[in-house]
């Protein structure tokens, strides 16, 4: 990890924790400093910290500037939270029960709530109240892209409001099937929803253990797709921190440990003692010292940038090993074939046949004729059809050798093996 990226760091911990943190460097090279904060999109913390802590040498041109993007981001994202909330309000009047996840529902846990940017909005419904869910969002404005047949959530958007993902299991289905140990969506789901009142009204979102142990689990999904996020890092500290005393801390350890992803969460949990001022009495539970893989999953996060994006296409054969590794052990290779080629039909019937909403914006005709769909299924199912079969979408995220994937996947499947996840 370099020294900027570590400098980083500890200034987005200052603004996310208001706590104030000693720079083991005093010479930062602040426009790499910032640079690598916008990457990560931790730049409101940073803007926070320079803010609180006046005596940190910044000059003064870049800490306006980053102070100034900072109110305009905390005014904007105040009001997109409160419109949330309403909306949520609104969903709970008309019989929906709506359970908020991570984003919203966590930013009570840091210095300064508003600075706690949320991209998209994550709603978990009740499978049953799926239809109904997706014809409120529609009566609100929200144009609706179902779930399709093996996915986990329908995508919603707003020309105000933005992203809202209404889901009704909590991963996709390989996540589901071959990660978390054949969940169902409610598997670690045990505790009753917790309501929140705030000013701009109330919300539901998970029980105190049930929403860490999300919290957990979302965070090393994306690391095991392609990479972790400055933010999740945050999220889960001082999830954990504010927490630790209201969470069952023995169930929490007991769901990681059985997965087998007790080693990557030491790693993350001790790299926030390290870098970002936090000590072993926030984590309960937490082993004695920081394991020496920490530093590597700390490089794998500055490398990959936000969420792996840095060289995502290159990181996505290593989950694709990630998944035959583990159904080879658990099945066969027969098994991984079988498994593999059932997900990828329902992958081909959604990428050929999806949902009217994204048909129109292809085949803007439709809006006029919608009686030509038929014609357009058609012609999808052959020219498009053919063209993606000779284009390897029958074969992609399926691997034959591990020596086949690319030097960067083969680097983390090889971390994946030192945290004995695999």
């Not at 700390?298 to 490398?303: I, N, P, R, Y």
Request: proline content about 3%; glycine content about 6%; overall charge neutral.
């Amino acid at each position: 990890m370099t020294q900027e990226f570590h400098q980083m760091l500890q200034l987005a911990a200052m603004g996310a924790t208001g706590h104030s943190i000693e720079m083991e460097q005093t010479d930062i090279e602040w426009e790499k400093v910032v640079e690598a904060a916008r990457q990560q999109k931790v730049d409101c913390y940073v803007a926070c910290a320079l803010k609180k802590h006046k005596q940190l040498p910044c000059p003064a041109e870049i800490c306006a500037r980053l102070i100034r993007e900072a109110r305009s981001l905390l005014f904007s994202n105040a009001l997109h939270r409160s419109a949330v909330i309403r909306l949520l309000e609104k969903m709970e009047a008309e019989g929906i029960h709506a359970v908020l996840l991570k984003g919203y529902a966590i930013s009570e846990c840091y210095a300064l709530p508003e600075s706690r940017t949320c991209g998209d909005v994550d709603i978990w419904i009740h499978p049953k109240d799926e239809a109904r869910a997706c014809a409120f969002m529609k009566k609100q404005g929200f144009a609706v892209e179902p779930r399709r047949e093996n996915g986990h959530h329908a995508v919603c958007h707003h020309p105000v409001l933005g992203y809202v993902e209404l889901h009704v299991i909590l991963y996709d289905e390989i996540v589901e099937d071959i990660w978390f140990g054949k969940m169902d969506g409610t598997e670690y789901i045990r505790e009753p929803h917790r309501a929140v009142d705030t000013q701009d009204g109330r919300y539901f979102t998970l029980g105190y253990t049930d929403h860490f142990v999300f919290l957990v689990l979302h965070m090393i999904k994306h690391f095991i797709l392609s990479g972790l996020t400055a933010q999740m890092l945050f999220d889960t500290a001082l999830y954990f921190k504010n927490y630790a005393d209201k969470m069952d801390v023995d169930r929490v350890w007991n769901t990681i440990s059985s997965l087998h992803y007790d080693k990557l969460f030491q790693c993350i949990l001790w790299a926030m003692i390290r870098y970002c001022g936090f000590c072993a009495e926030d984590f309960p539970g937490i082993c004695a010292e920081m394991p020496e893989l920490a530093e590597n999953v700390m490089t794998d996060l500055e490398e990959g940038g936000w969420m792996g994006y840095a060289d995502k296409k290159a990181r996505e054969e290593g989950w694709h090993e990630y998944n035959r590794s583990l159904l080879v052990r658990d099945k066969s290779k027969a098994g991984y074939w079988r498994y593999m080629l059932k997900w990828k039909l329902g992958q081909i019937k959604y990428a050929l046949f999806p949902g009217r909403n994204t048909l129109e914006k292809q085949y803007p005709v439709l809006k006029k004729w919608p009686l030509l769909m038929p014609a357009v299924w058609v012609y999808r199912l052959f020219a498009r059809g053919i063209r993606s079969v000779r284009k390897g979408l029958l074969t992609s995220y399926l691997v034959v050798n591990e020596a086949e994937i690319n030097d960067t996947a083969q680097k983390r499947v090889a971390l994946f093996r030192k945290l004995d996840m695999m």
